[in-house]
């Protein structure tokens, strides 16, 4: 048996900023992690990261206050604002603290960290490194946990908790190298597992961001917070939805639709291009929708940068310039890009209180795959890195102080029987000759949730994405596995993400359809206003056998009252 004070699953930024956080302490700590954590997708992170540093000439009066002021308001007023007011505070030591670990950001003349303006932001606030930032941060945290000598088990896969209902003891886990199931003890498990980008069929997430690991905190009786509420990115590369930066815009780029508008005129006067991402992708989808889009792909517009000219694009997006010509041949300083919304982040999440715990005494979580609630009902670009490293600190130090000076409690025996358990559930899976496939339920939950939940919504097309999922969750019971090796099993490894999968999709749909208003990212035409008398309030979703159980508490609320957003 595999034993550690502190297990961090996930080697993303935030899983690397928690673990280092319990190594510095003194804290045995060990991150299990589906990739070589550098493989990240974290790493795909491209225009930068948030903070109130107040270094260029047009935000000299710029402060924490004020960029959690913009925070709430671009959540739609669901976020905690007192979630909010720490991760702003907190965002200036983080920033800091990584310039002095060694990440590469982009500078001012006179030597300071450079910012860029971001969607929803009042000033320039965003440091960035080029249009690489998640890459750099991500590699050097990397070296940091090296430095601290965190122990990184490369290629497993996190199964299920082992709690006894009072307490987490560890967890059980997949050795993709050997097909080796293992328990792992453990006095605190933090979960760091990142997006869900793949239960959709358009997205910009990396074919790991799958949110399974959802539903294995999940179905520990831990509830999932606010999960109707996922960020479609403007601006993806049209038929491979990869990333073309928000930084594209903060640094000039124009949308312009097939009669050569720059549509945004209509949609937010003020902010333009530079609108939030809820807003700027409807007003995308109305004009493909009203005919004004290109065809291509299913219908797109156009991401123009040629008026930057090429020392400015060369200098400060190299990144986006590469993957244009590399997937569809356009070189941006001569050509625009054609760009569709894509789904790119999902709002909600694991439910945890502002230092990353969750109900279940000994199991914490961060970035992503947690909904600390600072996001609320739409994330501002530049503030998901932000929450990574500020959540991803505040989690290990809790993580930490969980561990430190106590006796272990670990219960070897409820260890033992996860273990048995979750063996005898993966020994199944391999032996079953069922007669459902694993692209067919996949493909048919991705194509459900992308047509049916996605930017604009309604009542009778979110009942009938429920009623698919929960469809297509029933006959995850007869699926078949093909391949019956133990090594490097990937039929049977993406069979189990399905599972948690359609139990994370399972939550959305619900949420969605219960939800009876338009708020951020969840826009409804049969709803179309705000309601705060009736849903200033976050959903919890609760796992049960036969599908999510839905229950409410209320938005904290510090110093700003919601009002109507305008940009």
């Not at 000598?149 to 299920?160: G, H, P």
């Not at 715990?357 to 890195?385: D, K």
């Not at 032996?431 to 692209?439: F, H, I, M, P, T």
Request: hydrophobic residues 40%; contains cysteine; aromatic residues 6%.
């Amino acid at each position: 048996m595999f034993k550690h004070q502190v297990i961090v699953i996930g080697g993303g930024l935030a899983g690397l900023r928690a673990a280092v956080e319990t190594a510095m302490m003194g804290v045995d700590t060990a991150v299990l992690s589906l990739l070589y954590p550098v493989r990240s997708h974290s790493g795909a992170a491209q225009g930068g990261v948030n903070a109130a540093l107040a270094n260029m000439p047009e935000c000299k009066d710029d402060s924490p206050a004020k960029h959690a002021y913009d925070t709430i308001k671009g959540s739609d007023f669901l976020a905690d604002q007192d979630c909010a007011e720490i991760m702003t505070t907190d965002a200036p030591k983080r920033i800091y603290e990584l310039e002095h670990w060694g990440v590469p950001f982009s500078r001012t003349e006179d030597g300071r960290i450079a910012q860029r303006p971001f969607g929803g932001a009042g000033y320039p606030r965003t440091c960035y490194a080029a249009d690489k930032t998640g890459l750099y941060i991500l590699h050097t945290l990397n070296e940091q946990a090296v430095k601290h000598k965190v122990k990184v088990y490369n290629e497993w896969a996190a199964l299920s908790l082992a709690n006894d209902g009072m307490m987490n003891h560890g967890l059980v886990a997949l050795n993709l190298q050997t097909g080796e199931i293992a328990p792992f003890a453990a006095d605190a498990v933090v979960f760091a597992t990142g997006g869900a980008g793949r239960i959709y069929k358009r997205t910009s997430n990396a074919m790991q961001s799958t949110g399974y690991c959802l539903g294995v905190a999940y179905k520990a009786g831990i509830p999932l917070k606010d999960m109707e509420f996922i960020q479609f990115h403007p601006t993806t590369i049209v038929g491979t939805n990869i990333l073309m930066t928000e930084g594209a815009r903060g640094e000039g780029g124009y949308l312009v639709n097939n009669q050569g508008e720059r549509f945004m005129q209509k949609y937010a006067p003020k902010a333009m291009e530079l609108a939030p991402r809820d807003i700027v992708s409807r007003s995308i989808q109305i004009e493909i929708n009203e005919g004004r889009g290109f065809p291509d792909g299913g219908g797109c517009v156009h991401l123009d940068l040629r008026h930057l000219g090429r020392e400015k694009i060369l200098e400060r997006l190299p990144g986006i310039r590469d993957l244009a010509i590399s997937f569809l041949g356009i070189d941006c300083i001569e050509n625009p890009v054609p760009v569709q919304p894509g789904q790119h982040f999902i709002m909600g999440g694991i439910d945890t209180d502002k230092d990353g715990a969750t109900i279940l005494p000994g199991a914490f979580a961060a970035g992503e795959c947690a909904s600390v609630s600072v996001h609320g009902a739409n994330r501002l670009g530049g503030n998901s890195l932000l929450e990574c490293v500020v959540m991803g600190q505040r989690a290990g130090a809790a993580a930490g102080k969980f561990v430190q000076g106590k006796a272990s409690a670990i219960k070897e025996a409820v260890l033992n029987d996860a273990a048995q358990k979750t063996s005898a559930e993966v020994d199944a899976l391999l032996k079953s000759d069922g007669k459902e496939r694993l692209v067919t339920l996949r493909d048919a939950m991705a194509q459900t949730m992308t047509d049916k939940i996605g930017i604009f919504r309604e009542e009778k097309a979110m009942r009938e994405a429920l009623a698919t999922i929960q469809e297509l969750r029933v006959r995850f019971r007869h699926i078949g596995v093909d391949a019956k090796n133990r090594k490097f099993n990937l039929d049977l490894l993406r069979t189990i993400e399905l599972g948690g999968m359609l139990d994370a999709a399972e939550s959305i749909a619900a949420g969605a359809v219960a939800r009876q208003e338009s708020r951020g990212a969840h826009s409804r035409l049969d709803f179309k206003t705000r309601d705060d008398v009736n849903w200033m309030k976050h959903t919890l979703a609760h796992y049960t056998p036969d599908g999510a159980r839905l229950d409410y508490e209320p938005v904290v609320l510090t110093k700003w009252q919601p009002e109507e957003r305008k940009y």
